[in-house]
């Protein structure tokens, strides 16, 4: 019983050898990683021009004021609730310095250089971020990052310039928890759709006016938007194909796997022109590569790409062992140590995604939930659902300033529909979380989203971190008297409008979405109208 156990294993957890009729998946898991390593490097790149308006001392969140609050509540314990770097320090320069370092490691592990540890690198950077942004990280796509990127801890080469790795293919279990994540992203999200109760999804009205809606529209997404009714809710099925039943195909031999991969990559690249949701769709379609397998790939791939990465082929039963350097005599001394480090952490991140799973259909199941309680500070063993319930209504909120409380002068935004003539563009992978933020606390209250007050406060005083999350600064030569947030209604315009006057949007002002606030001669600052918008139609 224990040989047979410890086979079962070595087959799980030790490395996946190639056979004539099982393709192994080095390419896949080059590809795959260099994916991987574009997005790591989106998020830092975006917040090296961001982070300190968001959670820098001057910011709209300051890392150092949450961070001491978590130190306050939780004594000893705040190291685990809040796993960041930031612990040692706060300040511009730390904040800055993380995001640096972790662009960097990101490009190291794009050249492929000691990849482990870049992708190490790069997991506590991000970390760090998200467990000390409070509202500026709280997106499904930060967990998914996280998640990919943990697991792919275990399932990247190791050594310095490791090539292809085809001295050390991945183990099976690293591989099948990446794919279990690539299918509970869509699975679960399908699932949330039924379980919501929201009509459209169930009427097949939910995609009649999602381009319109979402945090960050697209000029196709404006042309796709005008389509008929018929095309919309035929999308809507095929949504409901594509998460509910196509993707169980991951679990079916490969012809399988490929025709999926082939099924929904080109309805992901639907998802990415039509709407930019950060790196999100981008991380979900490099997850598919993992589908494949190097038979596909090396059917697929130019012989020149791959002579010039210089693959050999994979090791078969006959071939003799290469002589073995002293890094590979210490991994191979060390390899049960490894094997059970493994075994520990991706069978706790099995546990708890399974765990969460099938909380959504029986919430009273009686399974353990300390584990869960262990990884959630971490964000890599997440449950997923996207667009569970539809907004059918688009609102933006606009900071504006005055001198006199007559006179009102819009702060433009870099990102976000404002400019009626402005054509909405395609931004993603880059993240304007400040950006995203808004739209979120539009469908909302200014009392459950209170960084709208915190940044007309920052506002009041040309607070230059918080200055740089907008395009420009209305107010350069003397901060404003007097700041307010209100908010409009934002509608696609039709054809005929855009073809003769060139508008893209047109707009309904609604009212004052936060109280106004205004700078006194001594430099206090009050409130001065309570009066705003709460309730939407």
């Not at 998946?25 to 308006?53: D, E």
């Not at 998914?144 to 792919?152: H, V």
């Not at 999602?210 to 999308?235: C, R």
């Amino acid at each position: 019983m224990f040989e047979r156990l410890a086979r079962a294993a070595r087959w799980l957890l030790g490395p996946e050898i190639a056979v004539e009729n099982r393709p192994g998946h080095l390419w896949a898991r080059w590809l795959f990683l260099r994916a991987l390593a574009i997005w790591y490097f989106s998020a830092f790149y975006s917040l090296l021009f961001q982070i300190k308006g968001l959670i820098g001392p001057n910011g709209i969140l300051p890392a150092g004021d949450y961070l001491q609050a978590v130190a306050g509540a939780l004594h000893g314990l705040r190291f685990w609730y809040a796993p960041s770097l930031f612990w040692l320090g706060s300040g511009d320069r730390a904040l800055m310095a993380v995001c640096w370092i972790g662009a960097i490691a990101s490009l190291a592990l794009f050249l492929n250089i000691w990849p482990r540890v870049s992708l190490a690198v790069c997991f506590v950077c991000f970390l760090s971020f998200v467990s000390s942004s409070q509202d500026f990280s709280s997106y499904q796509s930060d967990g998914m990052l996280l998640e990919a990127g943990f697991l792919s801890l275990f399932f990247a080469p190791p050594g310095f310039l490791p090539g292809l790795g085809r001295a050390n293919p991945a183990s099976r279990a690293s591989l099948y928890l990446l794919r279990w994540e690539w299918f509970r992203i869509y699975f679960e999200s399908g699932c949330v759709k039924l379980l919501s109760g929201d009509l459209s999804w169930r009427n097949l009205t939910a995609m009649d006016d999602y381009y319109q809606n979402g945090p960050l529209p697209t000029w196709l997404g404006w042309y796709v938007q005008h389509l008929p009714h018929w095309f919309q809710a035929s999308t809507v099925i095929l949504t409901f194909a594509i998460e509910l039943v196509i993707v169980w195909m991951v679990f079916l031999p490969r012809r399988f796997r490929i025709l999926c991969f082939c099924i929904v990559t080109p309805f992901e690249l639907g998802i990415i022109f039509t709407a930019n949701y950060t790196f999100l769709n981008y991380l979900v379609l490099s997850l598919g590569l993992l589908l494949l397998d190097d038979r596909f790939c090396e059917w697929v791939l130019p012989a020149r790409v791959r002579a010039f990465i210089g693959r050999k082929p994979a090791l078969t039963p006959g071939d003799p062992p290469p002589a073995k350097t002293a890094p590979a005599r210490w991994r191979e001394l060390l390899l049960p140590l490894r094997m059970f480090f493994s075994a520990i952490c991706l069978g706790l991140v099995f546990y708890v995604t399974t765990a969460a799973l099938l909380f959504m259909f029986a919430p009273e199941t009686p399974l353990p939930e300390k584990p869960i309680q262990i990884l959630e500070p971490f964000r890599i063993a997440n449950r997923y659902g996207l667009f569970a319930v539809m907004t059918h209504a688009r609102y933006e909120i606009e900071f504006q300033g005055s001198q006199n409380g007559v006179e009102w002068k819009p702060y433009p935004f870099r990102y976000k529909p404002q400019d009626l003539r402005r054509a909405p563009g395609i931004y993603a992978p880059y993240q304007p979380r400040f950006e995203w933020n808004l739209w979120f606390a539009s469908l909302g209250q200014w009392r459950q989203y209170r960084f709208v007050l915190w940044t007309e406060e920052r506002l009041l005083v040309n607070e230059p971190d918080v200055l740089q999350l907008f395009a420009s600064n209305p107010f350069p030569a003397a901060p404003p008297k007097q700041v307010r947030a209100v908010i409009y209604r934002y509608y696609f315009t039709d054809m005929k409008t855009k073809r003769e006057q060139g508008l893209w949007w047109r707009r309904d002002l609604l009212g004052n979405y936060a109280p106004v606030l205004e700078r006194e001669a001594d430099g206090k600052i009050v409130l001065l109208d309570f009066n705003t918008v709460d309730q939407f139609e």
